[in-house]
């Protein structure tokens, strides 16, 4: 972890450290998102669903409010070196975790569709996923906040993680929908749950790849995706 030299103007920290503030409160209600939009979809619970799609709306507000803030420290403290990668970094974190909003969202309305169906096995796989990127958040956010580059690297690691489990519930759900047509349509809203999760995985991955950067100035080798659904055919029957 290291730790950032005080500015001689105080206040330049204090700006500084309640952008930090706010991206981790961001980080927080957009894991807070995905956490109450798999409960829901577990429990079968279209109120809670749409308690998710609502508080959407936060996450709005406080992209909105980062950004002003970031724009308006750069405004006003033309920062260099490090400090300007730390407010650039934030500005686009903060875009990223409302994405990671919007996917929450996304996967709250399918719940009124799968409530309504009758259970499918292969969905036990979806809290595991989500339970590792959340704590893929979780601990990106907390990289930000300490400036430790090591922590970011972890969490760049656990995608691979993220997609085998991803690979893992295609290959289930499509079987599934194989031997009982009827399975066909909650499982395609399954796939598309688990798409928005895997997807969560790779913003988290973002994040981190950006806090390493903002700490060291150095920029990483492009990571290979293995997400291999696109090559997995149909099972024979």
């Not at 992209?63 to 405004?75: D, F, P």
């Not at 590792?132 to 400036?147: F, G, K, N």
């Not at 969490?155 to 690979?167: A, E, F, G, I, S």
């Amino acid at each position: 972890m290291q730790t950032p030299s005080a500015h001689t103007v105080k206040s330049f920290d204090q700006e500084i450290e309640q952008l930090r503030t706010l991206i981790g409160q961001m980080g927080g209600h957009a894991e807070a998102q995905i956490v109450g939009a798999v409960d829901a979809l577990m429990r079968r619970d279209t109120e809670a669903a749409s308690l998710v799609v609502r508080g959407d709306a936060e996450l709005d507000t406080m992209e909105a409010e980062a950004e002003r803030q970031a724009v308006t420290i750069i405004a006003l403290r033309s920062p260099m070196a490090d400090d300007l990668r730390e407010i650039v970094a934030a500005l686009k974190m903060s875009a990223i975790i409302e994405r990671i909003g919007d996917y929450a969202k996304n996967i709250a309305k399918r719940v009124p569709a799968l409530a309504s169906a009758a259970p499918v096995g292969p969905a036990v796989i979806i809290p595991e996923i989500a339970r590792v990127v959340v704590t893929m958040i979780r601990d990106a956010l907390d990289s930000y906040v300490d400036r430790d580059p090591e922590l970011a690297m972890e969490v760049m690691q656990r995608d691979q993680v993220v997609d085998d489990l991803y690979n893992s519930l295609f290959r289930s759900l499509l079987t599934y929908m194989m031997e009982n047509p009827h399975h066909i349509t909650p499982s395609t809203h399954l796939l598309f749950i688990a798409k928005n999760l895997e997807r969560v995985g790779d913003h988290a991955t973002n994040i981190a790849e950006m806090v390493h950067f903002s700490v060291t100035g150095e920029y990483l080798p492009e990571r290979p995706k293995t997400d291999h659904t696109a090559f997995i055919s149909t099972p024979d029957r």
